[in-house]
């Protein structure tokens, strides 16, 4: 097991919209990268890196599917943890702040 802490991640609005989706997917159908990419409105050059990056803080997992149909390659599905999930909802709950309340997209008094 890994005894270094993880690594803290910065909330740009692409990285909040990846982790939204995250915490959304149902644990019986997690997305895969590009399923990401389609729902987000993200480009592959931005998800890719970003769940790269997510995945080595710990806050999300990769697991390659078991069994691909022959028609295509397997697909690498992510889940977001449980210290990912703590982790983004805490920092979510500091964002009081007026600038980074609108850096979120969340408009004064509106909740999370």
């Given at each position: 097991?890994?005894?270094?802490?993880?690594?803290k991640i910065r909330l740009t609005m692409p990285t909040k919209a990846v982790l939204d989706l995250l915490l959304s997917a149902v644990d019986d159908?997690?997305?895969?990268?590009?399923?990401?990419c389609e729902e987000s409105?993200?480009?592959p050059g931005t998800v890719y890196?970003?769940?790269e990056r997510l995945e080595q803080a710990r806050w999300i997992a990769g697991t390659w599917?078991?069994?691909?149909?022959p028609d295509r390659p397997k697909r690498r599905t992510y889940q977001i943890s449980?210290?990912?999930?703590?982790?983004?909802?805490?920092?979510?709950?500091?964002?009081?702040?007026p600038t980074a309340?609108?850096?979120w997209g969340l408009r004064p008094g509106e909740a999370r």
């Open positions: 097991m890994d005894e270094n802490p993880p690594a159908d997690p997305p895969w990268g590009y399923r990401i409105g993200l480009g890196p970003i769940l599917e078991a069994d691909a149909p449980d210290l990912g999930s703590r982790a983004y909802r805490a920092a979510l709950a500091k964002a009081t702040r309340r609108l850096r």
